[in-house]
C-alpha cells in the first residue's frame, strides 16, 4: 500500500510539475533566481533613452560654444605654417575640443543602443522597436571618417608645433574654426 | 548672420557624395520638408520626388534659402543638426574653391 501511495504522488508531482508554467518551475529551482524578459528590454530601453536625452542637451550645448566662440588673433603665436595647415590645425583642434566637451557620453550612448538592440532581439528575435532617428550609424560613425581625413591632414604638420597649438586653452574649447581664421585674415 | 546669395552653383563629385551622406540622415528629410517646404535647399539635402540629383544642376541659393534653413536646424535635434554641419565642414575643407566653398562654409 506504502508503496503504491509513493508512486501516485510521484506521478502528480511529475504531472504537476511538466503542466506548470515555466515562471513556477524556475521559481522552485534554487539556482535561477529570477526570469525578466521584456522586463529587461524595457529597462534597457529607458537607460538607452536617459543617455540619449543627456547626449543631446551637451551636443546643443557644445555646438552652441562653437557656433559663437571666435578665438582672437592676439591669442594665436606666430607659427611657421603656411594658410592650409593653419586651415587643417584649425579644424582639428576644433573637432578635438568638441569631442572632449562632448566627453564620454557619445560612447554611452553607443553602448547603452547597442545593449537595448541585443536585449531587444534575444527576447523578441529581432529589432522592431521604433528608436525614432536614433541609430548605431548615427550615433558612432557618421561623419567621423571625414573628421579622421582631417586628422591625418593636421598630423603632417611639425610635432613641436601641434604640442605649441595643443597648449593653447582657448583652443581646447570648442570654437568656430571658420570664423576663427576669418579674424586671422587667412 | 551673413547669408550670401549664390548662383551658378554646381557640386563636385565629392561635393555629390557629401550631399548623398546628408541625405541618409534618418530623419532629417522629413524634419527639413515640413519646416522648409520647396526649398531649393530641401531639394538639395533631401530631393524632391526624384527632382534635386545634385550632379549636373546649376544652383541657385537665395538669401533667404540660407534663413529658412538656419531656422529649420534650430528646430531639428542636435545630433541631426551636429552630423550636417559635420558633413559641410568637412566638405568645407576639402580645397574646394569659389562657390562651393562658400556654399559649405556657410
Known amino acids: 500500500m506504502a508503496a503504491v501511495t509513493k508512486t501516485w504522488v510521484a506521478l502528480c508531482a511529475l504531472i504537476v510539475g511538466c503542466a506548470a508554467p515555466e515562471l513556477s518551475v524556475r521559481q522552485k529551482d534554487p539556482t535561477v533566481r529570477y526570469s525578466y524578459t521584456t522586463e529587461v528590454v524595457e529597462l534597457a530601453l529607458e537607460k538607452m533613452q536617459d543617455v540619449l536625452a543627456t547626449l543631446e542637451k551637451k551636443v546643443d550645448a557644445c555646438g552652441n560654444e562653437r557656433m559663437k566662440t571666435v578665438i582672437p588673433p592676439q591669442v594665436l603665436p606666430a607659427l611657421p605654417l603656411s594658410d592650409r595647415e593653419w586651415e587643417m590645425a584649425m579644424a582639428h583642434l576644433s573637432i578635438k575640443a568638441m569631442d572632449d566637451c562632448v566627453g564620454r557620453l557619445r560612447g554611452d550612448a553607443v553602448l547603452a543602443y547597442t545593449r537595448f538592440r541585443d536585449f531587444e532581439k534575444q527576447v523578441t528575435g529581432g529589432n522592431a522597436i521604433d528608436t525614432g532617428y536614433y541609430n548605431l550609424e548615427l550615433l558612432c560613425c557618421m561623419s567621423v571618417f571625414g573628421s579622421m581625413e582631417i586628422e591625418l591632414e593636421y598630423k603632417k604638420i611639425d610635432p613641436k608645433i601641434r604640442q605649441t597649438l595643443e597648449s593653447i586653452p582657448e583652443l581646447r574649447q570648442p570654437f568656430n574654426p571658420i570664423r576663427t581664421r576669418d579674424a586671422m585674415g587667412r | 548672420m551673413n547669408c550670401p546669395e549664390i548662383t551658378d552653383l554646381t557640386f563636385s563629385p565629392s561635393g555629390e557624395k557629401a550631399i548623398g551622406n546628408i541625405r541618409r540622415i534618418q530623419g532629417l528629410g522629413k524634419g527639413l520638408t515640413v519646416l522648409m517646404g520647396g526649398s531649393v535647399l530641401v531639394k538639395i539635402f533631401v530631393g524632391i520626388n526624384g527632382v ?34 559635420m558633413y559641410a565642414f568637412d566638405e568645407y575643407h576639402k580645397q574646394h574653391t569659389g562657390k562651393e566653398r562658400e556654399f559649405w562654409g556657410r
Open chain 2, 52 to 85: 534635386g540629383h545634385p550632379v549636373g544642376i546649376v544652383w541657385k541659393i537665395g538669401k533667404s534659402d540660407w534663413v529658412l534653413l538656419s531656422q529649420a536646424m534650430v528646430s531639428v535635434g542636435p545630433l541631426l543638426r551636429e552630423q550636417v554641419q
